[in-house]
């Protein structure tokens, strides 16, 4: 058996399988790593090699992006930064009877992002033994064979390469043959029989021989192939291709049947010695499967479907033989053509969200991987981003893009974006596809609570029970979750000195305000509160509001009669002289009412009279006047009971006495004496007289003092009343103040008041009026006394008394009594 070059082949040392790190200048590295290693393997320590720090490879999310292929080989280990085996690594499946066979992926790292190229080399390992394409080989060749003839046998095929590729063959030990190994114009090698000693047909018909290819690996591997030879008559020429390498284009997706070339030899025999037939020598599994040869006229056709990114060149051999086994081979090549026929692949590498509202504009919120299987330009791809969408592309690097925020963020106008990706190769015509990428903004808590009013008006009616529902207070915030939760309070403050927690309170999560306690009017008209509304964000955010509360008055007070009243046990007595005219002015009955509005409107009505038709009372006034003359039969005695009331719901009321004297001379009327509770008239005659000295030197005093200021200042007069009498501090009620536009003392009247010796009773008498005045609550008729403008008011009803008629009625009527117990008093009232 002979074998060329096989003893050398196997006297090669063994060569071991190292594993290569080769690392450029730009960060990327290199290894070489043998195939067919078992899961977990390790290739070698990327983040060592790259000098990344390994604790870090976690929080940066390091991965291996294998750029779309369908298998991940490798992964990486981010607790030690190995770079292992993921899958079966099979050099023959993936890269063919490629030389070189290299995986290329990115290690990418987040935060920031850093980009790395990895190769690895896949070593091949001789795990596949050769393999020839039939497993009989026939040879008929005619016994006038001359020897040293050549006869050529299919070779074998090995999938992997190098030295682990077929390295010799050796013939199974005969007498007739030889073999010879040569090599061809592109370095491969082919394998003929030799006839090293004539054939006789009639001695031996068929000669069987045992081929066996042995290929160069560690330990080596073998397949072999039974060739048989049929001794025939002569043939002489062998067939001749019209060229021996054929070069042929074929774009890539052409359809089923098409004719990729067709090849031609030729035979210089005649008759069946001439006739040639085609058939495949040496072809790849993969193209066995798109791929057919005709054997009678030796057209190739496409049989199965083309993919240049699967494969861009197919080499195969042709060989054609005559009906005596005479052949020769040709070369055929044929190269794919690109065709824009995969459109852009977009990856999302990564994808922060949601992403809080407050991000500013330029920060990184994913990365965007985009890919093309075509080449050149059908392979260059544009990317781009909807419009109207806050977010940006931006290059990165290589085919990576970082999305960005590119303008504010508002949860509040827009909380999810579907972002649309488009991207658009440059081949013809062009290829696109789009992704959409769903992004969610996440809240922060960046909007104040907002009130639904600018300010809160609550009424409520006084004597309210406490606990009663006062307003509601409403605001909203238009974050989310708990940066939208409001919860509602009271600032402190002071309310007439006390807290204003003491009189309202609020319920936190309703804003609905109670009272908590009672009201009344007469205290407290109106106040006002600051509600606070405060969100639960971090840090929280508020505003807040004011609440006007205005207590309602409710007609809860009776009227109360200011004059006449009773003081201790003495009647008010008044003194109408015969000669007063019908209609004139005689006394008047003042009152007030401590509510306000309607139900401190007071009407007067007289329910009993000693003479019903002789005296009349304004409703609005209190004014009591003369309704007709007095004729002498008239009774001396008339009393009058006045009922006062208010106009509230329900109404309330109050009743007084008064007693009027008709008489021009106190003396005439004796009886009077009866009508008081005190000791007899000696007693009075005594007192009235230290009385009218006191009264006069106090007077003197009085006018005296009232000529001394009048040159010197003027004031605003202090106590101002609507009524007809000058009423005593001690008849005015606590907290009195007068209802605005609704007041019950209409007008401003001075009386002269005159008390004989045998009675107490008054005498007073209308003389002219003031302009209407308001009567503050806390003031008394004592400030009256020391107000210098009351001084001059009193001085100007002094000329007004001389200017009247019925003050010369008065003067006339003094003259003729001329008694020396009488007693002249002035009061003078205001309102």
Not at 405 to 431: F, K, M, Q, W
Not at 733 to 750: F, K, Q, W
Request: glycine share 6%; proline share 4%.
């Amino acid at each position: 058996m002979a074998l060329n070059g096989f003893l050398d082949l196997m006297l090669m040392p063994c060569l071991c399988l190292l594993m290569l790190v080769v690392r450029d200048s730009q960060g990327d590295v290199s290894y070489s790593f043998p195939e067919e290693m078992e899961r977990g393997s390790v290739i070698g320590n990327v983040a060592k090699d790259l000098g990344i720090d390994v604790k870090r490879l976690a929080a940066r999310k390091a991965r291996i992006d294998t750029e779309g292929r369908g298998k991940r080989y490798c992964d990486i280990n981010v607790n030690t930064g190995e770079l292992t085996v993921a899958e079966r690594i099979d050099r023959e499946e993936i890269c063919g009877d490629e030389l070189s066979c290299v995986l290329k992926f990115d290690l990418i790292l987040e935060q920031p992002l850093e980009l790395h190229r990895v190769s690895v080399q896949i070593d091949d390992i001789n795990d596949n033994a050769p393999v020839f394409s039939k497993n009989a080989m026939i040879f008929e060749i005619h016994e006038t064979a001359v020897k040293g003839a050549r006869y050529r046998v299919n070779e074998a095929q090995d999938a992997d390469i190098g030295q682990n590729t077929v390295r010799g063959y050796m013939l199974e030990k005969n007498e007739h043959f030889s073999l010879a190994v040569n090599s061809n114009t592109y370095g491969r090698k082919y394998v003929e029989l030799v006839l090293d000693k004539e054939l006789d047909r009639e001695q031996e018909k068929e000669i069987k021989l045992i081929l066996t290819a042995v290929d160069g690996g560690t330990p080596p591997r073998s397949g072999t192939v039974t060739i048989h030879v049929n001794v025939l008559d002569a043939n002489d020429n062998a067939p001749v291709f019209s060229q021996t390498d054929y070069m042929v284009t074929l774009p890539e997706n052409s359809p089923l049947g098409t004719i990729v070339v067709t090849v031609s030899a030729t035979d210089a025999d005649e008759g069946l010695n001439g006739k040639v037939t085609y058939e495949f020598g040496r072809i790849s599994v993969k193209a066995q499967k798109i791929f057919s040869l005709d054997q009678d006229n030796g057209q190739i056709r496409v049989t199965g479907h083309i993919d240049f990114e699967e494969s861009s060149v197919y080499e195969l051999s042709v060989e054609a033989r005559d009906e005596f086994s005479l052949s020769s081979e040709a070369n055929v090549v044929i190269k794919i053509l690109d065709i824009n026929d995969n459109p852009p692949e977009i990856y999302l590498k990564s994808l922060h969200t949601p992403v809080p509202e407050s991000l500013s504009p330029g920060t990184e919120v994913g990365i965007i991987n985009v890919q093309d299987k075509d080449t050149e330009n059908n392979g260059q791809i544009r990317l781009s981003i909807q419009q109207n969408v806050p977010f940006k592309l931006v290059p990165s690097l290589k085919s990576y893009y970082s999305l960005v925020v590119e303008g504010e963020l508002d949860r509040e106008l827009v909380s999810d974006y579907n972002i649309t990706v488009t991207a658009t190769d440059e081949g013809s015509p062009p290829l696109s596809s789009s992704k959409t990428i769903h992004l969610s903004v996440a809240d922060v808590n960046d909007n104040h609570p907002v009130f639904e009013e600018k300010f809160y008006n609550a009424y409520l009616k006084e004597n309210n029970k406490p606990g009663s529902s006062v307003c509601k207070v409403a605001a909203t915030d238009s974050d989310w979750r708990q940066n939208g939760t409001i919860v509602y309070s009271i600032l402190p403050a002071d309310v007439n000195g006390s807290p204003v927690t003491s009189f309202l309170s609020i319920n936190g999560d309703t804003g609905v305000i109670h009272a908590v306690r009672s009201f009344d009017y007469e205290q407290f008209k109106s106040f006002k509160v600051l509600v606070l509304a405060r969100d639960n964000g971090s840090p929280p955010l508020s505003s807040n509001v004011t609440v006007n509360v205005f207590i309602n008055d409710e007609n809860d007070n009776s009227p109360q009669i200011l004059y006449p009243s009773l003081e201790g046990n003495t009647f008010m007595t008044e003194m109408v002289p015969k000669a007063t005219q019908s209609g004139s002015l005689v006394s008047k009955v003042i009152a007030v009412d401590a509510d306000s509005g309607q139900n401190a409107w007071l009407s007067y009505h007289i329910v009993k009279a000693t003479d019903s038709g002789l005296f009349s009372i304004g409703e609005h006034s209190g004014e009591i006047r003369l309704q007709r003359d007095i004729l002498e039969t008239i009774n001396i005695k008339q009393n009058l009971i006045v009922l006062v009331k208010d106009n509230g719901e329900p109404s309330l009321s109050a009743t007084c006495s008064l007693y009027l004297l008709i008489s021009d001379n106190l003396a005439e009327v004796p009886e009077l004496k009866d009508m008081s509770f005190e000791e007899g008239n000696s007693k009075l005659t005594f007192y009235l007289i230290i009385a009218l000295v006191s009264i006069s030197t106090f007077f003197l005093t009085f006018i005296i003092i009232i000529l001394a200021v009048r040159f010197c200042h003027r004031r605003k007069p202090r106590l101002l009343f609507d009524g007809a009498v000058a009423i005593p501090s001690a008849y005015l009620p606590p907290n009195y103040a007068e209802v605005d536009g609704a007041g019950t003392l209409r007008s401003t009247y001075n009386y002269d008041a005159y008390l004989t010796t045998g009675s107490r009773t008054s005498d007073f008498k209308f003389v002219t009026s003031y302009s209407d005045g308001t009567l503050p609550a806390d003031l008394t008729l004592k400030k009256v006394c020391s107000s210098m403008d009351d001084l001059d008011g009193l001085d100007d009803e002094s000329k007004g008394l001389s200017e009247t008629p019925y003050s010369d009625r008065r003067t006339s009527w003094m003259n003729q009594t001329h008694q020396s117990r009488l007693v002249k008093y002035f009061i003078l009232l205001h309102i």
